[in-house]
């Protein structure tokens, strides 16, 4: 039976392609990241996840829309609010200015009457008044300061002269004018005979109705001339630079007289703004009241917080949801991993639930894993017995084997014995041709014998591995002598130039690691009709530098018949005998290379050919060692 510590199923519990130990601590963690049961909660958490993330950049986009419309709808109105308050303000100040005008034109004397009524214009912030004679000669002027105010640029007084505005009772509003250190509208009003009253408003309260709106961090109002220059600005030096705002597209729709909402991007605050504009119909004032379009971001920010929280809590009960929902999916699956290593070990006992009732699909895969294991185990049941007689009737084949060679090998060595002894008392010619070919038809059949003991022993595995001591060049010596005497009688050269390395006392197994090269020297000579047959032996180190030995390797070389691609793959199988005349000429039983190979399995070393049909065959043998002198 298979074990789970069969190294084909030891790291069965780690994925396809996994290089770490399952053992460890990053196994560890790679198995239980890779793991159905984590895979699928990470799934489902990516989607609450992504289901949370969309819920809140839904409500994000929803609240900062309704609270872009709230600004609109506020702004909108707080500009209107404005305007009608610089409109009213306009009309008043133009119906004081015209009253006044028309006072001084009607009285005898201009300087008195400019003096006598300066009281109700100056309460509405004009700061001087002039009369001027169709030349622009000053006839009269009032100044509330210390000193005269200087007049207007002419073509600014020729601009009201033309000017005619019913709105305002006939009154003309230049756009604002710096007049010495101060700001001013230069009011204008048409007199009989070419003369014109002035008055020098100043922008008190403008700024003042300016000032009073603020909300947010930044939100503001900003009030601008006719021009798009500004009059009224948070920012002081907006004002006392007069910039002209007529580029913002935003000032420019108020200056074209249009109502409405728009964002603009603001230097002077440095900001993207969301504004409601409008304007003062009877001067052009254009009138805005603009907020940083992140204050709204950061309200909707603040309203999201509380349902930040409810998201999170809604999130963390789904997640701890599908946490145990996926344990309940992912256990039955476990239980049956587990039944399937378990049945991959050789364990058909495994224990399967008689139901399972998780779900259909997990229902049928029990049913099915159920049939399959009795199968199997039916299958291995048989298998096993099957086995087993095969074991049985094995084990009496290489026990008949065994005691068939024994009881022929005694005989075989009498007959042998007694045809030498016959050869040596006669001298018959003929008698002696008879006697060499029943010894020789003798000697093979104990050859035969011996191959069918060692293979039997293989099988049986009471193939015996004794390691001793011995003279590696002596035995090489008297192992060539032999070798040498058969190639000579079968008309073949012999090779054998021992190496100064070899004069060597080693240890390993002398008789197997003799019987092996004595069976290739046979098959060299056998199998070479022509030429030749090469041993070469040596020593070299092992290539392991943590090994403690060395290792010993013989080749053997031939100019036989050689090998085909076909023959190599076979060479070392029991009762394999290559094809033809030549190798049929020679009898065997073709186990000679199979007890070989697997003798030098036994002493940890290795067996290889390398052959050409026609070129002959080189066999060459590693075995390891130990030397115990060195000359």
Sequence with gaps: MVSMSDPELKNTAAPDGMRLSPNTIPG??????????TRVFIMLLAAILAFGAGLQYWNYRMLFQNEVRLADDKHLVTATHLALSLSRYSRDVSLVFAHWARNVSEAESAGVAIAEDSGLPVAMDIDGFAILSSDNTVEASFSTTSEPLALPPDEVIEDLRIGSNTQLHGVQFSNLQRIGDDRYFILGYNLAGGQIAIGYLNVNYITDVQQRVQFGELGHAAIFDAAGVTVAHPVPAVEENMMNAAGIPVVARMLARETGVGQFYSPPMNADMIAGYTYVPETGWAVMVPQPIDELSASVEASLRSTNIFIIAVSLALALFGWVMTRALVRPIDRFTTAGLEIAAGNFLVDLPERENSSLEMSRLNQALKTMVGRIRGSSERLQAALEIEEVENKRKSDFLIIA???????????????????????????TSYLEVAARSATQLRSVVDEMTHYAEEQTDTLAIN??????????????????????????????????EIDEVIVTDRYRLFQVVANLLDNAIKYTASGGVTLDVGLHPDPDPDAIGDWLYVRVTDTGIGLDPDAMKQIFEPFFQVEGSYSRAHNGLGLGLAISKSIVDRLSGYLHCESEPGKGATFSLHVPIQIITRH
Excluded at 28 to 37: A, E, T, V
Excluded at 412 to 428: F, I, K, N, P, Q
Excluded at 471 to 482: F, H, N
């Design 28 to 37: 560890k963690i790679w198995i239980f990241l890779w793991s159905l049961r």
């Design 405 to 431: 060679s024994h009881e022929l090998r005694n005989p075989l060595s009498g007959v042998v014995g007694m045809l030498s002894a016959c050869r040596e008392r006669t001298d018959e010619p003929e008698l």
């Design 467 to 500: 390691v001793d001591s011995f003279d590696l060049g002596q035995e090489l010596a008297q192992l060539a002598t032999i070798y040498g005497q058969q190639a000579e009688t079968a008309g073949l050269a012999f090779d054998f130039t021992p190496r100064p």
